[in-house]
């Protein structure tokens, strides 16, 4: 295959990712824009089989180990994004971003040992690039992983002299990224790359567990810029047309959703070196509560008149995005006037919640968003809060200097009743106590949201 | 390549990056991010085209271990996404 044939295909596939991306910004589109960038995925791989490039003759060199590499990549990633549970997309998502920054990093060392002394200076500036930020990408992602996952703690990690050993870091980071320029060894490129690693954890230890979406997507947008610096290194117009989308959008998608969350980027990145220890009270755990039956909770939703359902983290945990249906068509069925709340980011990521009603067939005229909902909690007789926490904790609006201030926040307060489905009284993702479970007007339901609604649908049927 | 093609791709596609998702609805936050992170996985094409010219043990040691890496955030990336945007079908009656 020419040169020009093999450009053009690739031109192909990257005016595919744009579709791709367009398609996917509108609910209608989105599910054909993501399989316009799958095509034009597997069309860019499948003609690099093709194209002799003037070093390399076909079949391609070390063809049994390609095949075979890609397999095994098939074997594990179709697997783990089919099985998967809506509640652990986050983190798969997370993963496999990581993933890709590794392998943008190994694409770009395995360049360097082989082009060796025939490196042009450009070459290794960018090779370097890819180094550090592939490898801050995957180490990055695999600590949000581990975050999202809950095998460790969510809360912001802050050792003592914290700042001070991350700036050492990374000034040790750009050094040896300055040496491997000058000096062009191996052994400077692999302590750059061990550097970069830890970098990338201890740049996101401190970040708080609400905030992790938003670090997943500046990730995101991270690898896609070593794709398009590898694209520079190996003069492939696609590697950089595609990177370079990526970062882009990438970029504007982390600010969105930052700003979905009424946070500034260095804000979430940088807010917990300086937030203090927040005080939430010990003692506040043995505050009494109001807690109620599943009849108490039913007999409340069977005289009002409006209703409101906030889900949260904890229904998707609970798999109970059925049952949930199920009690709002009771409620309908007997003249209650019934509506979802959802906030932007509820859940563990962005559209969580509007992903995980989509599958039990809610209809789509019952989500209401945050900005629509929330002047008509003073009309409402009954919020039931089901699994959220910190997205209705009104300490984002009356307590500056807690970590979830100036957050935007569904004002379930402003509802007559407020009902709190939940497994315990452990505080919320953010770690931040919510004084509304203790205000007179609300009712706490302890148990598994699935389990809760269950009782509260059969107890409702009876009335 | 000519640096300045180059340098005019890039500069070009940051703005087609930045336009084409300007406005989305906080819905699609996730889909679209795990759509962009699929996309991302064509960084599979250069990891093959490194293992073709891999010359040592340990460059094809490495770039195998980038195909197995790239073809996971490529595949699963966009099977991933297909299986959350599956879900919005039912509102669309």
């Not at chain 1, 809360?155 to 990374?170: D, E, K, N, S, W």
């Not at chain 1, 997507?217 to 047309?241: H, K, M, P």
């Not at chain 1, 008509?376 to 300490?395: K, Y």
Request: charged share 10%.
């Amino acid at each position: 295959m020419s040169r020009t044939l093999y450009d053009l295909i690739g031109l192909a596939a990257g005016i595919a990712f744009i579709l791709a991306l367009k398609g996917l910004s509108h609910p209608k589109t989105a599910r054909r824009g993501n399989l316009i960038g799958a095509f034009g995925a597997t069309l860019a791989t499948l003609v690099v089989f093709f194209y002799v490039s003037p070093e390399s003759s076909l079949p391609l060199n070390n063809l049994g180990w390609i095949l075979g590499a890609i397999f095994i990549g098939l074997v594990i990633g179709v697997p783990a994004a089919r099985k998967v549970q809506m509640t652990q997309m986050p983190q798969l998502v997370a993963l496999f971003n990581g993933v890709g920054g590794g392998a943008a990093a190994l694409v770009a060392i395995v360049e360097y040992l082989h082009l060796g002394t025939k490196a042009t200076t450009a070459e290794v500036i960018f090779t370097v690039f890819t180094v550090i930020v592939g490898c801050v990408s995957f180490s990055g992602s695999i600590i949000t992983f581990m975050k999202l996952q809950e095998l460790m703690t969510t809360r912001p990690v802050i050792f003592p002299a914290g700042r001070l050993i991350i700036a050492a870091t990374l000034v040790s980071v750009i050094g040896v990224g300055g040496w491997v320029v000058v000096a062009l060894g191996t052994t400077p490129l692999l302590i750059l790359a061990g550097l970069s690693l830890l970098f990338g954890v201890l740049f996101v230890l401190p970040v708080g567990g609400a905030d992790v979406p938003i670090v997943i997507s500046l990730l995101n947008a991270f690898t896609g810029l070593t794709v398009a610096a590898s694209g520079y290194v190996l003069d492939s117009v696609l590697l950089i047309i595609a990177g370079t989308l990526v970062g882009a959008s990438g970029t504007i998608l982390t600010r969105l959703m930052a700003e979905a969350m009424g946070r500034s980027l260095f804000g979430t990145l940088f807010g917990a070196f300086t937030a203090k220890p927040q005080d939430t009270g010990g003692a506040a755990e043995d505050r009494p509560v109001r807690s109620g039956s599943p009849d108490d909770v039913a007999i409340l939703l069977n005289y009002a008149r409006r209703v409101v359902i906030v889900p949260g983290f904890g229904l998707a945990v609970a798999q109970a995005q059925h049952t949930v249906r199920e009690l709002a068509d009771l409620m309908i069925s007997k003249g209650v006037d019934v509506a979802y709340g959802i906030h932007p980011v509820a859940g563990r990521m962005p559209g969580h919640m509007n992903v995980l009603l989509a599958e039990a067939s809610v209809p789509y005229d019952q989500l209401e968003e945050m900005d629509e909902i929330n002047p008509t909690f003073s009309q409402t007789d009954v919020a039931i809060v089901i699994g959220a926490n910190d997205v209705v904790n009104p300490a984002a609006e009356n307590t500056p200097g807690c970590p979830i201030y100036g957050m935007p926040i569904l004002q379930v307060s402003n509802a007559a009743n407020v009902i709190f489905l939940k497994r315990s009284m452990r505080p919320g993702f953010a770690g931040i106590e919510n004084e509304l479970l203790y205000e007179p007007k609300t009712m706490l339901l302890f148990g598994d949201a699935k389990a809760s609604l269950t009782k509260v649908v059969s107890a409702l049927k009876t009335l | 390549m000519e640096p300045m093609a180059i340098l005019s791709i890039f500069v070009l596609a940051v703005f087609v990056g930045f336009e084409v998702v300007s406005k989305v609805s906080s819905t699609l936050h996730t889909p679209l991010m795990s759509g962009a992170n699929a996309i991302h996985g064509v960084i599979l094409v250069g990891a093959i085209i490194v293992a073709d010219h891999s010359s040592t043990n340990l460059e094809l040691g490495l770039a195998t271990a980038a195909i197995v890496l790239a073809t996971i955030n490529m595949v699963g990336g966009f099977v991933v996404t297909d299986r959350m945007l599956e879900m919005f079908k039912g509102k669309k009656k």
